[in-house]
């Protein structure tokens, strides 16, 4: 990726990625991004609601708002601004972003309220590694959707974020749902069940006002369905449907 750029180029990484190996095969500028940025790096930092951009041109300062956006939102937004700030658009541009972020559906998006609970649409999470993000961007004592066509993965991790987070429930379905139940901690309460409409009607049934139903399945869909797509309009249909009973 890297072994073409010359001193002219820029090469932008999130802070965690600061051992990365592509660091020792670039000629470009190193720039980076994420919350709280070490001050001897140049790039872009959020400490708080405090924007502050180091390096290629003026250095400046910025309060933005970042309450109404997920964890991993913020992180995104940080990376697409610094792509446009090291591309020369002009600041006050830039950072409409944080007002008006570009969400894509099936991405922790949330399809509606019903009697106080909220429902999240996060299909597109075939994996562990995206189920993790969505656990940690929702708030605690939330019901989770896990299941379908598992990928073999080790669950340990998953396992230790669902307990840390303080999961209240996790329903698991599909062809896998055995296999996700058995191998999350004893301490989270779950329920395995055949498919992922019974999951929904489960988790609607047993969900307070306050709280919150992540659909984050960590898992393939072509048990049930054609495609994550396809689950998440499901999930979508069904939440719409609740909402409509009440209409």
């Not at 658009?89 to 998006?109: K, M, N, S, V």
Request: aromatic content about 8%; some cysteine; hydrophobic content about 40%.
């Amino acid at each position: 990726i890297t072994q073409n750029q010359t001193i002219e180029d820029a090469l932008l990484l999130h802070k965690d990625l600061s051992v990365y190996p592509i660091l020792q095969k670039t000629r470009g500028r190193l720039y980076w991004f994420g919350r709280d940025l070490d001050p001897s790096r140049d790039g872009l930092s959020l400490a708080g609601d405090l924007l502050e951009w180091r390096g290629a041109g003026p250095h400046w300062k910025s309060q933005v708002k970042v309450d109404h956006l997920f964890p991993h939102e913020v992180e995104n937004l940080l990376g697409a601004i610094s792509v446009l700030l090291l591309l020369g658009i002009e600041l006050d541009q830039a950072i409409t972003l944080f007002e008006h972020p570009l969400r894509l559906p099936h991405r922790i998006e949330e399809v509606g309220v019903h009697r106080g609970v909220r429902y999240l649409n996060d299909s597109k999470s075939t994996n562990c590694h995206s189920a993790i993000a969505a656990l940690k961007a929702v708030p605690t004592d939330s019901i989770w959707l896990v299941g379908g066509q598992g990928k073999g993965e080790d669950l340990s991790e998953l396992a230790h974020i669902a307990r840390d987070h303080e999961v209240r429930l996790a329903i698991c379905f599909g062809r896998d749902g055995e296999i996700f139940s058995a191998g999350l901690d004893p301490e989270i309460q779950t329920r395995i069940v055949p498919t992922m409409r019974e999951a929904f009607e489960l988790a609607a049934a047993e969900a307070r006002k306050g709280d919150t139903v992540l659909l984050s399945p960590a898992a393939a869909s072509f048990d049930e369905f054609q495609s994550f797509e396809d689950r998440g309009e499901h999930f979508r249909k069904w939440v719409h449907e609740l909402k409509g009973k009440e209409s």
